[in-house]
């Protein structure tokens, strides 16, 4: 042996073997079983990992293990991230464990069924305790990242079927270690948004993300999310990856979407039908004040067929007032040629008699009764020309003639049609314009 002086003590060999450890190895990533798990009442993890050719002592702290979205247990498949070091004291090679997570779809199905069992002992999947999910959300927390497609297919969906919606997305990280955390940290800035507005308050919430691996969703299967999830008062959709995969959120929400755009389309279901209701009920008004137009075309139709031209009727009572008045006239003139002859007679006993008194008095006898018989005939024509008068005005009233006096016209052909549109007039033809005061006769340019 060498000098005493070159001999160095075990503890110093460890602090050196350890620094050798540390800075030629330094971070390594392993896959092994997990065994002989221990979790003292420190918060600190112990365990080893093995394989077929080996084993290796491991070391996971507190402020690591914290942040797990899973529970490892003996036998389980994990992939750690770590330091390779040394424990000094006792010599022991290990390696200090900053990440850890379980390793093939394998080992993550158990782990979800586990904690699915778990919390389903626990109540929280309870149907008695779901929220009611709105029929017609005001204002919708959308948790999710606005850089997937998940939140434009939510956004394109809502706009497509109740524009009015509003709604506001709620940033939050949605694949890796720190996305429940983030997750949890976006549905507590919703409760603290309610809190400080209740004018404007988020009454649903839609979590997304679209679909991936197992490894990609596996955030959402997070104890502390899904507990997060059960705890608040908002009613939550969980609409996460494609329609055959399944989350421990979609269990602990109040409703599953298969999809984020299936997502939407619940939100939005309610305003959507009532929009398909008002359109069937418009077409149905639409349809029905049709056929109310129909039926009143159909009844003036009939009525105009039936109606006389009031030309026609004016020319009648006309007529009838001529006649009327060429029998007044008549009657008129026998009463005075019978008047004339009385007093001829009269006057021929007088000139016999001559009696000048009695003559005076059946001269103004028979002025009295002239005056009050032409008082008689003049109040009878009055009162029928007034007759007459009141039938014309209440014929012209009713006449579509009386239309013209307002600027109207009406335009036949030579048949005597009423030309009603432009396609019934051909080029050259000419026309007859009815107006208030006469008629024109046009040719058709084009």
Known sequence: MDDNNNFISVGELNRKAKHLLESELGTVQVVGEVSNLAK????????????????VRCAMFRNQNMRLNFAPENGDLCAVEAQVSLYAPRGDYQLIVSRMEPYGEGNL????????????KEGLFDHALKREIPKYPIHVAVVTSSSTAAFQDVMTTVERRARNTQLTIVEATVQGDTAPRSLINALEQIETFNANNPSNAFDLILMCRGGGSIEDLWCFNHEDLARKIHRLDIPLISAVGHEIDFTICDFVADLRAPTPTAGAEIVTEYYYQSLELLDDLLEKIKKSFQASINNEQQKIALLKAQLKSPLSVIKERAQAIDSMELRIFQNVKNALKD??????????????LTPSKKIRELRLRFMQLTKEFKGKIARRLEDHLNQLSGIEKRLHAVSPYSILDRGYSIVTNS??????NVD????????????????????VSK
């Open 424 to 443: 019934q007039a051909k080029p050259s033809e000419k026309l007859s314009v009815k107006l208030s005061d006469g008629e024109l006769s046009v040719e």
């Open 339 to 352: 008047k004339h002859q009385a007093i001829s007679i009269n006057q021929t006993s007088l000139n016999q």
């Open 415 to 420: 048949n005597q049609e009423i030309i009603k």
């Open 40 to 55: 003292p009442s420190s918060g600190h993890m112990y365990f080893t990992l093995k394989d077929e050719d080996g084993a």
């Open 109 to 120: 199905a158990k782990q979800f069924e586990l904690l699915k069992a778990k919390l389903e």
